[in-house]
T-cell receptor
Framework: GQQVMQIPQYQHVQEGEDFTTYCNSS?????IQWYKQRPGGHPVFLIQ?????EVKKQKRLTFQFGEAKKNSSLHITATQTTDVGTYFC???????????FGKGTKLSVKP | NAGVTQTPKFQVLKTGQSMTLQCAQD?????MSWYRQDPGMGLRLIHY???????DQGEVPNGYNVSRSTTEDFPLRLLSAAPSQTSVYFC??????????????FGPGTRLTVT
């Protein structure tokens, strides 16, 4: 079945270092969404990418959608302790419209 | 707006017991869904609804029932709890049935332990 692979599963960084998580699909995606879940919290929507090659920025966060619309990345510049949490990508499941979530990348930041 | 609310926040059940997890949203969203989250497994879709009176199965529906009698409410019923259903359950809602085009709003979650 359709899968969305997300790597790495865990990332430990020193505060100030950069962080990147990658999301890959075997099929072409109509769009991709990114969510953040703080420890003990619930997923919160960050952004949606729709266009091939799209790049969007939110302060220190940069989101990219691949030219072939099969992969995406989230890059955080100069991580802070407030960035701690799990980042999920999510993509439409075929024609149903439901989202399929990647397994997430858990980011820890050492002060 | 309260957004998406879930009750209870925590629950401990014994094997074989039944219970209902409540979910409500006040945003007049058409689409509602239930996910379970297990360590290393991400979020897996249990059931979803595209509007009042319409429900369908997701990836992992076995052992769960849902109904959608109103736009606001989408309860999840565990028929006979099993230890494998120990998990964190999230309810989510979205504006449209074309929910992949709209952000999902998640409730705070219910942490369920089955002993």
């Amino acid at each position: 079945g359709q899968q969305v692979m997300q790597i790495p599963q865990y990332q430990h960084v020193q505060e100030g270092e950069d962080f990147t998580t990658y999301c890959n699909s075997s099929t072409t995606l109509s769009n991709i969404q990114w969510y953040k879940q703080r420890p003990g919290g619930h997923p919160v929507f960050l952004i949606q990418l729709v266009k091939s090659g799209e790049v969007k920025k939110q302060k220190r966060l940069t989101f990219q959608f691949g030219e072939a619309k099969k992969n995406s990345s989230l890059h955080i510049t100069a991580t802070q302790t407030t960035d701690v949490g799990t980042y999920f990508c999510a993509a439409p499941r075929g024609s149903q419209g439901n989202l399929i979530f990647g397994k997430g990348t858990k980011l820890s930041v050492k002060p | 707006n309260a957004g998406v609310t879930q009750t209870p926040k925590f629950q401990v059940l014994k094997t074989g017991q039944s219970m209902t997890l409540q979910c409500a949203q006040d945003m007049n969203h058409e689409y509602m869904s239930w996910y379970r989250q297990d360590p290393g497994m991400g979020l897996r879709l249990i059931h979803y609804s595209v509007g009042a009176g319409i429900t369908d199965q997701g990836e992992v529906p076995n052992g769960y029932n849902v109904s959608r009698s109103t736009t606001e409410d989408f309860p999840l019923r565990l028929l006979s709890a099993a230890p494998s259903q120990t998990s964190v359950y999230f309810c989510a809602s979205s504006y449209s049935m074309l929910m992949s085009s709209y952000e999902q709003y998640f409730g705070p979650g219910t942490r369920l332990t089955v002993t």
